[in-house]
């Protein structure tokens, strides 16, 4: 009884039978290229991750001074000789703030990638490479914002690389659209 | 019952291996998933070489993403998607491949022959179809995509998928009742 009706399912599927088709052989081993290819990925992405850090690091020392420069100053809470948590909360004002704009940002890149992404097309195969590459630093940074949630350094990563997608998408976007004007 | 891709056992520690760069544990992989990833290709892309090309990019390109892949649905059901996108898009770049050669169909077969004598009427019959109408009646057959998810590969809708669909089975059946037809149309082709 079970078999005729998955019988009948297979039939329906697959009518004219195709999924008999022997499965076909691969000519030859491509394990090495595939291997190579692996390894130059491996270096490519630890020396991007170098880079990054360092870009990074410099980002957000730039917003860092350019909040400070331009916030107001947040008069510190009396000082109480008796508080010892008073004495603390001060300092964390600008870093918090720091934190927050990037973590919004980056949320603003997130929903404007996601846009981009519905309405791009198909992409060229060494965009589509980059944009591999940058998705996977992406989740690798998200990887290591669940362990570090609060740091500055990752945040901005994850925002430089958000940036580079978007720009990604827009060329894209912009290439459809000469496209579809030259026909 | 037959062997399927999706029976293929691999297990959590290679994977976990594989997520972490190791290549013994890459290679592992690739030796289990070769022959039904090329074969995917060989059928979508219609043709060895760009076959090839498409297995070796799919593969690159899923063991650079395999943190992507969470573990809660078969290996091969994530592997055989990244094949197939590949595969469309080296088929959207050249659609005008050639066809599979039969030969060495007949010479993998080691069926009785009147299974050999079918099987080599419907890879003909296949090998007369245009590309696009082979890949999807291949996805939708024998790989079980549904029309939603072929038309989102092709960037097109859910009628294109089915009209050519339906027009891709008719000339299969057709091709398959005369196969004098069948002939005809191959000559043409090769001409």
Known sequence: MLYSKVHIMQKEQDPLNLGSLPQISPPDDDWPVIRDALVQHQKKRRFTRMAFSALAAAATVTLAVGLFINQPVVSPAPVSVDSPVASTAAPVVNGERTLDSLIALSQQMENRVRTFRTEVGGMPTDSLIYQVELEDLVAQVDFELSVQPDSIDLWSQRVNLLLDLSRLYQNQLRRDYHRMASL | ?191
């Not at chain 2, 599979?100 to 009147?114: G, M, R, T, W, Y």
């Not at chain 2, 998928?161 to 005809?184: E, I, N």
């Open chain 2, 1 to 191: 019952m037959a062997k399927t891709p999706f029976d293929i056992e691999l297990d959590e520690l290679t994977l976990a291996r594989a997520r972490r760069g190791n290549m013994d544990a890459c290679e592992q992989i690739y030796r289990l998933y070769r022959q039904p990833a090329y074969s995917v290709a060989c059928r979508v892309c219609s043709c060895r070489e760009l076959a090839q090309e498409v297995t070796q990019e799919a593969f690159i390109t899923a063991f650079r993403k395999l943190g992507q892949f969470r573990g809660d649905s078969p290996f091969w059901g994530w592997l055989r998607r990244v094949v197939v996108n590949h595969s469309i898009s080296s088929l959207r770049k050249s659609p005008k491949a050639d066809p599979v050669e039969l030969k060495d169909h007949h010479a993998s077969s080691e069926a009785s022959a009147d299974r050999i004598g079918l099987a080599m009427d419907l890879e003909s019959a296949l090998s007369v179809l245009a590309p696009e109408d082979r890949a999807i009646v291949w996805l939708h057959d024998v790989e079980g995509y549904n029309h939603q998810e072929i038309a989102g590969l092709f960037g097109k809708t859910e009628s294109f998928s089915k009209t050519r669909l339906s027009r891709a089975r008719s000339k299969l059946r057709d091709l398959l009742d005369a196969p004098s037809a069948m002939g005809l149309a191959q000559s043409a082709l090769a001409n």
